[in-house]
């Protein structure tokens, strides 16, 4: 059986919850351990946030928001949010260990994307906030109007497990740059990142109070509490479209402003005149990338009938050339699943694309040669119709499908045929399809012959049950600010 290898790797650290600028145990000292998907050895223990610790990080943020950061100069604040990046990439290597070995992803991967990313997330915002003006109007020689810009407030952030430290610094940095304070709830399968930024944003001059974090689960835990408080002003959420549910539910009472990016069901729409080395080299990447684990994945693959054949023979030759297995190999394509849990649920698919009459062209299974560890082989699956589970849910795995179709009609209807509507990969050379498919799919973000190529100003969120509102430059401050109208009769 093959073993991981210890070199590049760290030791795990034990999670606490950050309140007030310092590190605390939960209120009732109760702890849960945080397993490594790659080994399922204990890398530390974490500490079980419940209501009473959120209540304490919440009245540190509401003390906070009144205190040095309310009349803090904007230089000066996006100085320390560009610090915040600076450090990260100082510690980019431990970072990125961290990473994989929580989440099971190749360490490489978070090395050429989560950390830099992370980092740049907070670069970007300390730029962008201090260019930000609002508006005011001239009403003939009645009045004058401006707006000013004023925080929200108290921020609840609840992470998902993914992408753990760029999803959470993608929130964290126009937060603390329109003026807000925070109380963030990492995902309890990936709690370890997470706990070195609380310290960062401290050590390059984040007032105590303004950033606070507590870890644990979420119904009847420390999710549900920070979703429900009465002194908490927003939320703002990454997961699955069930969890934005209840959230939006325990938040009801106290009509809190909601920014949520959920699930997704992508699809990537192959044309015949698109050239399919280039497709299938970042067909590969949004099929596989992360385990499969990433919302923006392309599960769902629609060829124009005439290159199908073409594109599957290139398709699977090169899913097959993927590497499965150690998180800290430098040859490793693909990493462990983040949980068993998740494996598990994963896994059941391979059985569902079989019963609903569907053909696994390669993978199917567990990776082989692991005695321990959630690894599965990246799956292609071919011959489900539109209906066939696989097709519709999201799996959040390495399992895509591939289905051709013949018309542009017909595809655009099976492209919107789905709850979902977050993104959407478009491969094809005829310049007046372009801007007819994009038009006609219902999605959020549309990209053309290329896949998870961003620019931060720009709008990022989804449409349907993939997301309420938008984020990204000017997008995100219209969520982590209130604009204030002030009339001045002349």
């Known amino acids: ?64 928001l009144n205190g040095r950061w309310k009349t803090m100069p904007l230089a000066e604040r996006s100085k320390i949010i560009r610090r915040i990046g600076d450090i990260i990439l100082e510690r980019q290597e431990e970072l990125a260990n961290l990473e994989a070995l929580d989440t099971g992803k190749p360490v490489s991967l978070a090395n050429k994307i989560d950390i830099p990313r992370a980092a740049y997330n907070f670069h970007f915002f300390a730029d962008y ?7 005011a109007y001239q009403q003939d020689d009645q009045a004058l109007h401006y707006a000013l810009r004023k925080p929200v407030g108290v921020i609840g952030m609840i992470n998902p497990w993914n992408l753990p430290l760029l999803l959470l610094t993608w929130k964290l940095a126009p937060c603390l740059a329109a003026g807000n304070t925070a109380v963030m709830k990492p995902a309890e399968w990936t709690p370890m990142t997470a706990t070195v930024l609380a310290e960062i944003c401290t050590e390059a001059g984040v007032p105590d109070g303004v950033v606070n974090l507590v870890h644990g689960f979420g119904p009847g835990s420390a999710g549900e509490a920070i979703s429900q408080h009465e002194d908490v002003d927003a939320i703002t959420f990454t997961g699955e479209t069930s969890t934005g549910t209840a959230i939006m539910k325990s938040a009801a009472d106290t009509l809190k402003k909601l920014s949520y990016e959920l699930g997704g069901k992508n699809p990537n729409i192959i044309f015949a005149d698109s050239n399919l080395d280039e497709v299938v080299e970042t067909t590969i990447k949004s099929s596989f990338i992360n385990q499969g684990e990433v919302c923006l994945c392309g599960s769902r693959i629609y060829v124009e009938r005439p290159a199908y054949d073409e594109f599957l023979e290139k398709f699977v030759a090169k899913t097959k050339e993927l590497k499965v297995g ?33 053909t696994i062209l390669t993978g199917g299974k567990k990776a082989e040669g692991f005695a321990k560890g959630f690894f599965l082989e990246p799956t292609i699956v071919v011959g489900l119709d539109r209906q066939a589970r696989c097709v519709r849910e999201e799996i959040f795995g390495p399992i895509v499908t591939v289905i051709p179709f013949d018309l542009e009609d017909e595809v655009v209807a099976q492209v919107n045929d789905t709850h979902y509507g977050l993104s959407a990969s478009i491969w094809t050379n005829d310049l007046r399809r372009t801007h007819r498919v994009a038009d006609a799919i219902e999605a959020g973000i549309i990209w053309v012959n290329t896949w998870f190529l961003r620019d931060l100003r720009t709008p990022f969120g989804g449409m349907k049950q993939s997301g309420i509102g938008r984020e990204g430059g000017l997008h995100s401050f219209e969520f982590y600010s209130e604009l204030k109208n002030v009339t001045i009769k002349l």
Do not use: W
Request: aromatic share 6%; with cysteine.
């Open 1 to 64: 059986m093959s073993s991981l290898s210890t070199e590049k790797k760290t030791t795990g650290i034990d999670c606490k919850n950050y309140i007030n600028g310092q590190y605390k145990d939960a209120v009732s000292s109760k702890i849960f351990e945080n397993i490594n998907p790659a080994t399922e050895e204990v890398l530390g223990t974490v500490a079980e946030g419940s209501k009473e610790d959120v209540d304490l990080a919440v009245k540190a943020a509401r003390r906070a």
């Open 129 to 135: 906030m201090t260019t930000l003006g609002t508006e």
């Open 326 to 358: 150690d998180p800290f190999a430098d040859d490793t394509n693909v990493g462990a699943m983040v949980s068993k849990a998740h494996y598990e649920k994963v896994l059941s698919y391979m059985a569902i694309a079989k019963e609903d009459g569907g």
